[in-house]
């Protein structure tokens, strides 16, 4: 008999059911996501996604872009990264999320 889906569910009932069948994985697929660090908490989603074909935990998808950044910095990004063991877009991405991540923290929240 093939696993139910969450996807097969017909009423909130059964939503529920499955949610609470399922609560060991969908826990081991949160603690995936946060040790990933695809794990995000507040009004946005919460960045993990889950193949329908194979189960398994998917990154959140990304977007090209592009910047003209001064040379100096990329220098230094580089030897940076080099240092880490890592690309200097890796380290690049990194420093990106800390930087965001602490600037939402950093202001006040407005209230609704």
């Not at 507040?42 to 189960?55: A, E, L, P, Q």
């Amino acid at each position: 008999m093939p696993k139910k889906k969450l996807a097969d569910a017909k009423t909130e009932a059964e939503e529920a059911l499955w949610f609470e069948k399922n609560q060991d994985r969908l826990l081991k697929l949160f603690k995936q996501a946060e040790r990933e660090g695809a794990l995000r908490i507040g009004g946005r989603s919460i960045g993990i996604t889950v193949s329908k074909r194979t189960g398994s935990l998917m990154k959140p998808p990304a977007q090209k872009v592009m910047l003209r950044i001064p040379v100096d910095d990329l220098e230094r990004a580089r030897q940076q990264a080099a240092d880490k063991g890592i690309g200097y877009q890796m380290l690049m991405k990194m420093l990106l999320h800390e930087a965001l991540s602490r600037e939402e923290t950093s202001k006040p929240r407005r209230a609704g």
